[in-house]
């Protein structure tokens, strides 16, 4: 058990649990000076107000989980089509909004095809690295090339997504 806000009238407080989930650290960082307490585990906390009735320790974390993730799409959307919003317009709000859902699924989905880091990255980053590519199209003996820049670190990653949305026509 756990009580919120102690500081607070008693009215204001929120009695709940504290959970506190360890996680193993994969990749301990060793720095100069002062080391950690706990460098073997992460430690992530959670306060719920649901009862342990209602809802066990481990329940509470997967729902604390998808909160997360759903928080994650509130911020990258925040980031791009939403930041545009609220307006004073009801029919501007609501186009934004389309928009934005759009906008979102394209570059996801982009970052899944491109794969590697990509599948998890924000849209900012598969927009900034893949999508926004300083590249020049060249023309010559009847062909269209797109010149792509030397030792352009995200190439392959750039190329898996080109091939999967220009996949070459399959011959029946």
């Keep these: 058990g756990f009580t919120a806000f102690t500081s607070r009238k008693k009215a204001e407080r929120v009695p709940g ?5 360890r996680i193993p650290e994969l990749n301990p960082k060793r720095a100069a000076g002062q080391g ?9 906390a ?8 209602v809802l066990d320790t ?17 911020a990258d959307l925040k980031d791009s089509a939403l930041a545009h919003m609220p307006s004073g317009h009801f029919g501007a709000n609501s186009a934004w909004l389309v928009a934005a859902a759009i906008a979102y699924n394209l570059t996801r989905a982009a970052g899944i ?16 690295k893949l999508i926004q590519v300083p590249a020049r199209i060249a023309r010559s003996a009847r062909k269209t090339r ?5 030792d352009w670190p995200w190439e392959t990653e750039w190329e898996r997504l080109f091939t999967s949305a220009h996949a070459p026509p399959q011959i029946a």
């Design 58 to 74: 481990v329940a509470a974390d997967k729902t604390h989980r998808q909160h997360a993730v759903i928080e994650q799409v509130n």
């Design 17 to 21: 649990r504290l959970v506190v989930r």
């Design 36 to 44: 950690t307490l706990f460098d073997t585990h992460r430690f992530h």
């Design 146 to 150: 797109l010149r792509l820049p030397l």
């Design 46 to 53: 959670f306060f719920t107000t649901v009862d342990s009735g």
């Design 113 to 128: 095809l491109a794969g590697g880091t990509f599948a998890k990255a924000r849209s900012a980053t598969v927009r900034r």
